[in-house]
């Protein structure tokens, strides 16, 4: 890898590359609701191309026609549609002019994560007096990007740059009619990113959002397409431990992934939107739609962290087209408070010899509820397919609750498939061990619960590993009495 | 007219027939209400998503049978127990067969629930017991609420145990094109009590029969209950059994459901631990070939704590059959120190087979013990080859090793006769002959 410790640091030391990137467009922010009016105005301001107009009004047109669906373990209101406005220009202006001003609460975290001074200041909002050294970094990073053929760039740039790759892949593995809240982002999708793999190519870096795009203006309807053409092998980050106030309540994303034959996708996703406060006031609704599509001999493995937000509607999956294709998801979902999570993974089965892994961990705490909904689907002809499910939650206290809602589809006879599950709190016998080590018992807990996240943990790359190792210590603060 | 309408306009007639006082009449009149507003349940249904009623909807049932029939007992006796002495209770197309039956009133209550519906001196069981765990939500059992006139009442008082097994019989002789039967069958258990009961569906011809059943269990403080279903009846019999089971503290209720035959079988157990140390089990082996459809819905509902539950069920699956299972363990938040163990395993043995499994946890409360396990996979190849290379032929060694697979089930039935008689059966189903009964 062409990428050193050094730079790493560096990178980690000044994330402000969102420059390199950043494109200006000077706007107002568009009046509330939705109609068709919106959705050409939002395509026309991005400059977009008739067929993308035309695409996204076929995924209004459909959304008009579904509900919302309902069948999901969460409660929660109704978000109002019309009360939304679908396009408002990034915010550049600061929030706050120094960070003296920024919550208490909001900078001790930064601090526990180990954030430097100049990133808390971006992530909180507050004006950056200093330019950075970062351009230089982002366009070393773009230059060796480049070199590769790599394409990495925001969807609205990849429309305009690259629509044939565009045009052959959008909406291919999440259509726009497949849900509610795809077609939502369909018809609506703000920005997003672009990635593109050419044939045999192994990405040299950890790609990532959060040195790309200008973080707080995207948000809400997000679109992602990662490419990886044949033979290739890609890993990318999505997201960041840090806790983000956004004050956008609705989150709406679509993510596709393509892996082509024989390639790799490795997707990481660190999630920590603003869960709402101890009474369960405000915080974000996260309703995402990702799936990918595996051709031969093909990979695509889901990693994730999900601790913010107060209602997640999540379901990352994979369609395991090509013979030979694997499908993996590791996932973590801890919810305190009054969160609400509703998260799991479907792997459909469709080629021959397929192997699909899911390790889902569960911890609860506080008033939350957390539920795993997952699908596994082995259809007649994907001979061989072989699933190995494992869920496992932890619950904290006596007014939190776990759910496994695990569908298992077999029509054929070769599949084997198992699926295993617990639900168990953290054994006083061991807080009493660590307790009679020295060990307090909030620090016992962290390291229960980090034992327990293990499995998932370590199919995080590393620099996001150690973040989100903490990032669940923080989150379970307080939850023990 | 679909069966929804005809059922509702044949409900006027039904109620014409039946006492208007009693009070059962009110429980029917809602329980009408609440099948006419739900109609039949339908696979946009979350519990109805594997299982779909639609063709049997289309079917003309007859709802009342129109002359009585007699068997002769030589012609069902294999249908029977009779290795044993047991009471039994038997109808013929919905109707009670004093001839074939064996009731009592030594002690113990075992007879009719058309008796115990109208004689004043079962009222005060009913009053307490009637329609009290039995969903007043759900469509189907709403439905056979509607029609509750027959089946099999027993009453165990405190400290008795009847002298033998209790079978109940429902023979369908075919008299009809098609039948429809709606058995409702009570069952109480009182304090330190105890009872065996075998209940049987059996159709004697292949005409159309569908079966809505409805059974209330109730098992006082350290009662124990042993509920053994045998379903194998004919390929053109349909069967929803619905049962409720509603335990106090320290009781032990057992519920084992052989599923062999039927065209389409759909079993909701539900079980409901009102007290403390109870223990709740659900065991069922299912082998099924054709077309065959079992739906296996269970629930159990930890309410307090310290209290148990253990299901297991195995399933093998041939030619284009198709199983369910579903699995729900709900515990609520003061039903601590809870254990709730769920396995599912099952073998397919044809292309055209499928399973669907779901097996569901919910739960509120932290200091549980609580786990699922399912499994979807083949007979091992290892060990067909070794029990080949030792000289048993390929076929006899495939239902071998499938025995084995079965065997965790068979192992806790209480009647050696009646694990005998579902040795053969297995054997049966199987094709096979092993010589000896496991």
Request: with cysteine; net charge negative; hydrophobic share 35%.
């Amino acid at each position: 890898m062409a990428y050193t410790e050094e730079e790493l640091k560096k990178e980690l030391e000044t994330k402000e590359y969102e420059y390199g990137f950043y494109t200006d467009i000077e706007s107002d922010t568009f009046p509330n609701g939705l109609n068709e009016e919106i959705v050409v105005a939002i395509s026309k301001k991005k400059e977009e191309p008739e067929w993308m107009t035309q695409w996204r009004l076929e995924a209004f047109k459909a959304w008009k026609e579904m509900e919302e669906p309902e069948w999901a373990n969460v409660h929660y209101k109704k978000p109002d549609f019309q009360a939304i406005s679908y396009y408002s220009a990034p915010n550049k202006k600061p929030k706050y002019n120094s960070l003296d001003e920024v919550d208490p609460e909001l900078l001790d975290t930064f601090k526990k994560l180990g954030i430097s001074i100049d990133e808390q200041k971006k992530l909180a909002g507050v004006a950056v007096d200093i330019v950075m050294d970062s351009v230089s970094v982002a366009t070393t990073f773009k230059k060796t990007l480049a070199e590769k053929g790599i394409i990495f760039c925001s969807i609205s740039e990849a429309i305009k740059e690259h629509p044939e790759l565009v045009k052959k892949y959008i909406g291919t593995v999440v259509p726009q009619k497949d849900n509610f809240y795809a077609a939502l982002n369909s018809a609506v999708f703000s920005d997003g990113s672009f990635c593109y793999i050419p044939k045999g190519v192994r990405c040299p870096m950890e790609l990532s959002t959060y040195f790309r795009i200008n973080q707080a203006g995207t948000g809400q309807f997000e679109r992602t397409l990662v490419i990886a053409d044949e033979g290739s092998y890609v890993s990318y980050l999505e997201g960041c431990t840090a806790p983000s106030r956004d004050e956008n309540q609705l989150h709406a994303a679509v993510v596709e992934l393509i892996a082509l034959d024989d390639a790799e996708i490795k997707y990481s996703t660190v999630q920590n939107w603003f869960p709402g406060d101890k009474e369960g006031k405000g915080g974000v609704f996260n309703f995402v739609t990702k799936r990918g599509l595996c051709e031969k001999n093909a990979k695509i493995s889901w990693t994730q962290v999900e601790t913010g937000s107060a209602v997640t509607w999540k379901y990352p999956s994979c369609v395991l087209k090509g013979d030979n294709s694997i499908g993996e998801f590791y996932s973590i979902a801890v919810t305190n408070n009054y969160q609400q999570a509703d998260t799991g993974t479907k792997m459909i089965h469709l080629g021959k010899n397929t192997k699909s892994t899911i390790i889902s961990k569960g911890i609860s705490a506080g008033k939350s509820q957390n539920s795993y909904r997952g699908l596994v689907q082995v259809n007649s002809r994907a001979e061989n397919a072989r699933n190995f499910s494992q869920c496992d939650s932890l619950l904290m206290g006596n007014e939190c609750g776990a759910h496994t809602f695990p569908y298992i589809e077999a029509k054929n006879k070769s599949a084997q498939i198992e699926h295993e599950a617990t639900t168990s709190k953290i054994g006083e016998d061991q807080i009493f061990y660590c307790n009679q080590r020295g060990i307090e018992t909030e620090k016992a807990i962290a390291l229960i619960v980090n034992g327990f996240s293990k499995e998932v943990l370590n199919k995080l790359p590393m620099e996001f590993a150690v973040e989100a190792q903490k990032l669940l210590e923080i989150s379970l603060e307080g939850s023990v009495g | 007219m679909d069966l929804k309408d005809k059922l509702i306009s044949s409900f006027m007639a039904f109620e014409n027939n039946v006492d208007v006082e009693n009070p059962v009449h009110d429980v029917r009149m809602e329980a009408i209400k609440n099948f006419e507003e739900k109609g039949f349940p339908s696979k946009k249904e979350e519990a109805w998503k594997y299982t779909s009623l639609n063709s049997l909807q289309k079917i003309d049932f007859s709802i009342f049978p129109k002359e009585e029939n007699t068997i002769e007992y030589k012609d069902v006796k294999r249908y029977f127990l009779h290795e044993i002495d047991t009471y039994k209770i038997v109808f013929i197309d919905g109707i009670y067969s004093s001839y074939l039956s064996e009731t009592t009133h030594d002690g113990v209550d075992i007879c009719l629930m058309s008796a115990a519906l109208t004689k004043p001196m079962y009222k005060q069981v009913i009053d307490v017991y009637f329609n009290k765990v039995a969903s007043k939500e759900e469509s189907l059992t709403t439905l056979n609420t509607a029609f509750s006139k027959e089946g099999a009442y027993i009453y165990i008082p405190k400290n008795k145990m009847p002298k033998k097994p209790i079978e109940i019989l429902h023979f369908a002789t075919g008299n009809e094109a098609a039948l429809m039967l709606q058995p409702r069958n009570l069952i109480v258990v009182e304090e330190n009590a105890e009872v065996q009961i075998i209940e049987r569906h059996q159709s004697l011809t292949s005409n159309e029969v569908l079966t809505n059943s409805v059974t209330e269990i109730f098992a006082a403080e350290n009662g124990i209950v042993d509920y053994y279903k045998i379903q194998n009846d004919a390929p053109e019999s349909s069967l929803i059994d619905n049962t409720y089971i509603n335990q106090k503290g320290k009781s032990v209720v057992k519920v084992h459901t052989f599923s062999f035959g039927g065209k389409l079988t759909r079993n909701n157990l539900n079980f409901y631990q009102n007290g403390e140390y109870i223990d709740s089990t659900m065991k069922g082996v299912t082998i099924l070939g054709d077309k065959q459809h079992v739906d296996h819905h269970s629930l159990v509902h930890h309410i307090e704590p310290n209290c148990e539950s253990h299901q297991d069920y195995k399933g093998i699956y041939g030619d284009g059959s198709t199983g369910v299972f579903n699995g729900k363990i709900i515990v609520d938040k003061i039903a601590q120190k809870t254990n709730a163990f769920q396995q599912n395993n099952n073998i397919l043995i044809s292309d055209k087979a499928t399973i669907n499994t779901k097996p569901q946890l919910e739960i509120f409360a932290d200091d549980v013990k609580c786990s699922h396990g399912c499994t979807i996979g083949q007979l091992d190849e290892d060990a067909l080859f070794y029990l080949q290379s030792r000289g048993i032929p390929k076929k006899e060694a495939r239902a071998l090793l499938m025995y084995a697979f079965a065997n965790n089930v068979l192992e806790s039935v209480r009647i050696p006769e009646l694990k005998i008689r579902i040795n053969k059966l297995i054997a049966e189903k199987l094709g096979v002959n092993l010589g000896f009964d496991l």
